[in-house]
T-cell receptor, first 110, second 115 residues
Framework: DQQVKQNSPSLSVQEGRISILNCDYTNSMFDYFLWYKKYPAEGPTFLIS?????DKNEDGRFTVFLNKSAKHLSLHIVPSQPGDSAVYFCAAVGYSTLTFGKGTMLLVSP | GAGVSQSPRYKVAKRGQDVALRCDPI?????LFWYQQALGQGPEFLTY????????KSGLPSDRFFAERPEGSVSTLKIQRTQQEDSAVYLC?????????????FGQGTRLTVV
C-alpha cells in the first residue's frame, strides 16, 4: 500500500511555461516533505522541502505548496527550462526515514 | 570528493553469489540510509543507521540482506545468495543529523544485475 503517491508518471511542458507536479499522501504522521530531482545514472538530489506547519515554501523558480487537509502537495516550477527535464520524486518524513513516491518524469521542450 | 560515494557503480552477479556494496557517507554525517530502487519505482527504504547503531532495518526484504556500519562512517550492504529479484539500484544517503527537518544527500547508487 503506497503511502506517497505520484499519479502522473510523466509530464510534458514547453519552455517558459509552468510545470506543476502533484503528490498525495495517506499517512497523517508525515510532518515534513521533500522534493528530489533525479537525472539518469545519478542519485536523487534535494530540491526543496516544506514543514507541515507551513503551506508554502519558495526557492527561486521552485515553490512547494502543502494542503494538509487534503493530504496533497505540489511542486511548481516557473518558468520551466529544458535543464529541468528529469524525474521528480516526492518524499515524506515520518518516524525516521523518507518514504518516496514513484516519481514523475518531467520533459521540458524548447 | 565531498559527496556520498558508492562502490562499485555496477555489479553483475550470478544467481546464488554473495555481493557487498559499499557506501562512504559525507564526513561527519550521523545518519545513513540504504534504499533499493527497482526499475520504474521510487526508492524503497531498507535500513537506517545513526552513527554505528542500526536503528531500523524493517525494510530489509529478507534475512539474505545484511547491513553494517561498524565505526559509524563507512557502511556495507551485503546480499547473500543473490536472486534475480534483487536486481535493482541500491542507493545510499546520509544526513548530518536525524532526517527530520533536513535533507539527505544521496550517492550515485550501485546498479546490481543478477543473472
Amino acid at each position: 500500500d503506497q503511502q506517497v503517491k505520484q499519479n502522473s508518471p510523466s509530464l510534458s511542458v514547453q519552455e517558459g511555461r509552468i510545470s506543476i507536479l502533484n503528490c498525495d499522501y495517506t499517512n497523517s504522521m508525515f510532518d515534513y516533505f521533500l522534493w528530489y530531482k533525479k537525472y539518469p545514472a545519478e542519485g536523487p538530489t534535494f530540491l526543496i522541502s516544506i514543514s507541515s506547519i507551513k503551506d508554502k515554501n519558495e526557492d527561486g523558480r521552485f515553490t512547494v505548496f502543502l494542503n494538509k487537509s487534503a493530504k496533497h502537495l505540489s511542486l511548481h516550477i516557473v518558468p520551466s527550462q529544458p535543464g529541468d527535464s528529469a524525474v521528480y520524486f516526492c518524499a515524506a518524513v515520518g518516524y525516521s526515514t523518507l518514504t518516496f513516491g514513484k516519481g514523475t518524469m518531467l520533459l521540458v521542450s524548447p | 570528493g565531498a559527496g556520498v560515494s558508492q562502490s562499485p557503480r555496477y555489479k553483475v552477479a550470478k544467481r546464488g553469489q554473495d555481493v557487498a556494496l559499499r557506501c562512504d557517507p559525507i564526513s561527519g554525517h550521523v545518519s545513513l540510509f540504504w534504499y533499493q530502487q527497482a526499475l520504474g519505482q521510487g526508492p524503497e527504504f531498507l535500513t537506517y543507521f545513526q552513527n554505528e547503531a542500526q536503528l531500523d532495518k524493517s525494510g530489509l526484504p529478507s534475512d539474505r540482506f545484511f547491513a553494517e556500519r561498524p565505526e559509524g562512517s563507512v557502511s556495507t550492504l551485503k546480499i547473500q545468495r543473490t536472486q534475480q529479484e534483487d536486481s535493482a539500484v541500491y542507493l545510499c544517503a546520509s544526513s548530518w543529523k536525524r532526517v527530520e527537518r533536513t535533507e539527505a544527500f544521496f550517492g550515485q547508487g550501485t546498479r546490481l544485475t543478477v543473472v
